[in-house]
């Protein structure tokens, strides 16, 4: 399928366009949300939420009787924001930690869930309610009337960061400054996780009760890694969520036997890896590139005040050829002074004047006093003569063990 083709299935193939819209939707929301909980550390929240409603969605069938998203929804969302209250008053009344609480909650409700739904499959009304759908996500079920509902929620939730985003922001890096300037700091907490409890709950029908914490955390958790700038990094993992949504729409469209939800969570997943070793300044490839590069910096300032040093006994004769034995001596034989040299020869700080012997340039020389400048400013040291007086010594104890 060319490109083409692709973009007309998706602007006019009905059931393309809803799941790619359906799909876009729940990422940009889950993205959003996701940022708080991931800044606020509760990323197996959103897990123990997504567990939680599956009870739910059996409970709002068995009463109601009804297969429309809308109850179903509503039933998943009152399980979760549920599970939550509980995990939140089972840590504040009790001694057991968050992330044992979160545990027990999930596989309480999770368990409870599984039980319904067996229970519910022998029933002749619910063989064809397509409740296990919730299990693992059926994106391909999702109609228009789904992706207007899904946008009509989301929208109202987006809306609600927005308007609290600036106590959203406060309670997500310093809770306890933001209840010692009067907020309600337990009000704004709930209320943010109701919202991460809708994000989560108009996406089961789409990516499935076990793998929406996925869609909660790793958006985020890939946008972290592009900025420093909270407004910025939502942006972003709006955008990422999107672009997984889409791009799981695509790929089980095109491919045969493939599932929405899974390639969605591999998408968004292929982003978050890729994120984590590319993105500027967090990337760990980055991060090695800027550590090799700031080894070669420093090896390049060492044999440079090395060679000062040596040079200062043999003032009378600035082009005195020292032994690359004595640098290597000096750099305790830590290796890369011969390329180090070479480094400086091509930046013309030092020369060659014997095979083995090298000394300082002009330059050389007024770039190795102006870095023991940077030195002397930052050490404070009150005695200029101080780092001279050692590097002479050490030269001295070179040429005392036969070094030189």
């Known amino acids: 399928?060319?490109?083409?083709?692709?973009?007309?299935?998706?602007?006019?193939?009905?059931?393309?366009?809803?799941?790619?819209?359906?799909?876009a939707v729940i990422g940009a929301i889950s993205g959003v949300?996701?940022?708080?909980?991931?800044?606020?550390?509760?990323?197996?929240?959103?897990?123990?939420?997504?567990?939680?409603?599956?009870?739910?969605?059996?409970?709002?069938?068995?009463?109601?009787?009804?297969?429309?998203?809308?109850?179903?929804?509503?039933?998943?969302?009152?399980?979760?924001?549920?599970?939550?209250?509980?995990?939140?008053?089972?840590?504040?009344?009790?001694?057991?930690?968050?992330?044992?609480?979160?545990?027990?909650?999930?596989?309480?409700?999770?368990?409870?869930?599984?039980m319904l739904l067996s229970f519910t499959q022998r029933m002749t009304t619910a063989r064809?309610?397509?409740?296990?759908?919730?299990?693992?996500?059926?994106?391909?079920?999702i109609i228009e009337r789904d992706v207007i509902v899904m946008t009509i929620i989301g929208t109202l939730a987006l809306l609600a960061v927005a308007l609290y985003w600036k106590e959203f922001k406060l309670i997500s890096f310093d809770p306890a400054y933001a209840a010692s300037i009067g907020y309600p700091v337990r009000s704004l907490s709930?209320?943010?996780?109701?919202?991460?409890?809708?994000?989560?709950?108009?996406g089961l029908q789409t990516v499935g009760v076990i793998l929406m914490s996925a869609m909660l955390v790793a958006p985020a958790a890939a946008a972290r890694q592009w900025t420093d700038k909270l407004s910025v990094m939502v942006v972003i993992a709006a955008a990422f969520g999107a672009m997984s949504g889409v791009g799981g729409a695509i790929v089980s469209a095109t491919s045969t036997g493939l599932s929405t939800g899974p390639v969605i969570v591999l998408i968004i997943s292929t982003i978050t890896i890729l994120s984590m070793l590319l993105a500027p300044n967090r990337g760990l490839v980055w991060r090695w590139f800027q550590r090799q590069r700031n080894q070669q910096r420093l090896q390049l300032e060492m044999v440079l005040a090395d060679l000062h040093s040596l040079a200062q006994q043999h003032r009378d004769n600035p082009a005195?050829?020292?032994?690359?034995?004595?640098?290597?001596?000096?750099?305790?034989?830590?290796?890369?002074?011969?390329?180090?040299?070479?480094?400086?020869?091509a930046q013309a700080l030092a020369q060659q004047v014997?095979?083995?012997?090298?000394?300082?340039?002009?330059?050389?020389?007024?770039?190795?006093?102006?870095?023991?400048?940077?030195?002397?400013?930052?050490?404070?040291?009150?005695d200029p003569t101080s780092v001279d007086i050692?590097?002479?010594?050490?030269?001295?104890l070179i040429r005392a063990g036969g070094v030189a």
């Open 128 to 141: 064809q309610a397509g409740l296990d759908r919730f299990l693992f996500g059926q994106a391909a079920a």
């Open 390 to 396: 050692h590097s002479e010594t050490k030269t001295e």
């Open 33 to 114: 949300l996701g940022c708080f909980a991931l800044l606020r550390k509760q990323s197996l929240l959103g897990d123990a939420i997504s567990h939680a409603a599956l009870p739910g969605v059996v409970l709002a069938f068995i009463i109601t009787r009804s297969r429309s998203s809308i109850i179903l929804m509503i039933g998943a969302a009152l399980a979760g924001w549920l599970a939550t209250l509980l995990i939140q008053t089972v840590v504040s009344n009790t001694r057991i930690k968050e992330d044992s609480a979160l545990g027990l909650a999930l596989s309480v409700f999770f368990g409870f869930g599984l």
């Open 320 to 345: 005195y050829g020292h032994d690359v034995a004595v640098l290597k001596t000096m750099n305790h034989f830590q290796g890369g002074v011969a390329y180090t040299l070479k480094a400086l020869e």
């Open 190 to 202: 709930i209320g943010l996780t109701t919202l991460m409890v809708i994000a989560i709950v108009i």
């Open 1 to 23: 399928m060319d490109i083409l083709s692709l973009f007309n299935d998706l602007l006019f193939n009905y059931t393309l366009r809803s799941v790619a819209l359906g799909t």
């Open 354 to 382: 014997h095979p083995g012997k090298w000394a300082l340039t002009a330059k050389g020389w007024e770039e190795a006093e102006r870095l023991q400048q940077i030195r002397w400013r930052e050490s404070d040291s009150d």
